[in-house]
């Protein structure tokens, strides 16, 4: 049973930084490509940034230069380090991974991201 586990989440004035982690587990082989997604209210779910097990990365143009993608593939983990937030990236943030040898998508519960002064 693949299960993700997301902290960091939280409150954060304008021009501040938080950091995510999602630890994956369930999945003997690992997890190929591991992610972030966000969504905001009444707006669909959106990629933020993902990584392959090698670590070449996609980072959304609306948070390139503020956000960085890493993962420790031993701990099976991936991190968001986000700096320079603004009220625009208030959302729910999800983790999202890819559990070696399966096309089949894994989803963590959420943790909520308020950018506010």
């Known amino acids: 049973q693949v299960r993700l586990l997301e902290s960091g989440g939280g409150l954060v004035q304008p021009g501040g930084s938080l950091r995510l982690s999602c630890a994956a587990f369930?999945?003997?082989?690992?997890?190929?490509?591991m992610g972030w997604y966000r969504q905001a209210p009444g707006k669909q779910r959106e990629l933020v940034a993902t990584?392959?097990?090698?670590?070449?990365?996609n980072v959304a143009d609306s948070v390139k230069g503020r956000f960085t993608i890493s993962r420790d593939n031993a701990k099976s983990t991936v991190y968001l380090q986000m700096n320079s937030l603004r009220p625009e990236d208030t959302a729910v943030y999800y983790c999202?991974?890819?559990?070696?040898?399966?096309?089949?998508?894994?989803w963590g519960q959420g943790t909520q991201v308020t950018v506010s002064s």
């Open positions: 999202n991974a890819y559990a070696w040898g399966s096309t089949l998508a894994y």
């Open positions: 369930g999945s003997i082989l690992g997890f190929t490509d």
């Open positions: 990584s392959t097990r090698s670590g070449s990365t």
